[in-house]
């Protein structure tokens, strides 16, 4: 089981990526397998876990972070 420590900064991340894309959540919904598998796939990467959980909470990490799974999730819906 994932600890709570990687959970937190994925789930802020998701949660404010989600929040800005709001007027898409019909497409997010629909695509939430495939969502879901690239988010896991990025994750797979080095550079990209770093982003997402392995930074520190800086203002510049956070931004870094929520841009990341931002750009994930309009990858896929789009």
Do not use: Q, W
């Not at 495939?34 to 990467?45: H, K, P, W």
């Not at 080095?46 to 799974?69: F, H, L, M």
């Amino acid at each position: 089981m994932a600890s709570a420590a990687y959970l937190e900064p994925l789930y802020d991340a998701v949660m404010v990526a989600f929040d800005k894309l709001s007027e898409r959540h019909a497409d997010i919904t629909n695509a939430r397998a495939r969502v879901t598998e690239a988010i896991e796939t990025a994750l797979a990467d080095a550079d990209a876990y770093s982003v997402i959980v392995g930074r520190p909470n800086t203002a510049e990490a956070i931004r870094d972070r929520i841009n990341r799974i931002y750009d994930i999730i309009v990858s896929v819906i789009e």
